[in-house]
């Protein structure tokens, strides 16, 4: 069993930057594409970014391309979420989680282990 924590969540003007962590235990982390969802209260969990196991194919919802970016280091089973211009829209609490398959899902259904979540707050 795998186990995700989240961190680097918090709060920031329009505009700028946070880089969420994704630190992982357990099983090799390198064995699963892995992704990034955010949920804001009342809205289901949707897809921010996936990226493949080895870390050389990423994907992105529309809305965050050019600002996001995804990555691993498989060496300290950590994933990252760099998000620059960040917009109020972007408010939510962002949760990491692994695929249970194919690369390129952008469903909840298809992930696994999820950590507890960061909040990140985008003040205009």
């Known amino acids: 069993q795998v186990q995700l924590v989240e961190s680097g969540g918090g709060l920031v003007q329009a505009g700028g930057s946070l880089r969420l962590s994704c630190a992982a235990s357990?099983?090799?982390?390198?064995?699963?594409?892995m992704g990034w969802f955010r949920q804001t209260p009342g809205n289901e969990r949707e897809f921010v970014a996936g990226?493949?196991?080895?870390?050389?194919?990423?994907y992105y919802r529309d809305s965050v391309k050019g600002r996001f970016t995804i990555s691993r280091d498989n060496a300290k089973n950590t994933a990252y979420l760099q998000m620059r211009s960040l917009i109020p829209e972007d408010t939510a609490i962002y949760y990491c989680?692994?695929?249970?398959?194919?690369?390129?899902?952008?469903?909840?259904?298809?992930?696994?282990?999820w950590g507890q979540g960061t909040q990140v707050t985008v003040s205009s």
């Open positions: 989680a692994l695929s249970k398959g194919w690369y390129g899902s952008i469903s909840p259904r298809d992930f696994h282990s």
């Open positions: 357990g099983r090799p982390f390198s064995s699963s594409t």
């Open positions: 990226i493949s196991r080895s870390g050389n194919n990423t």
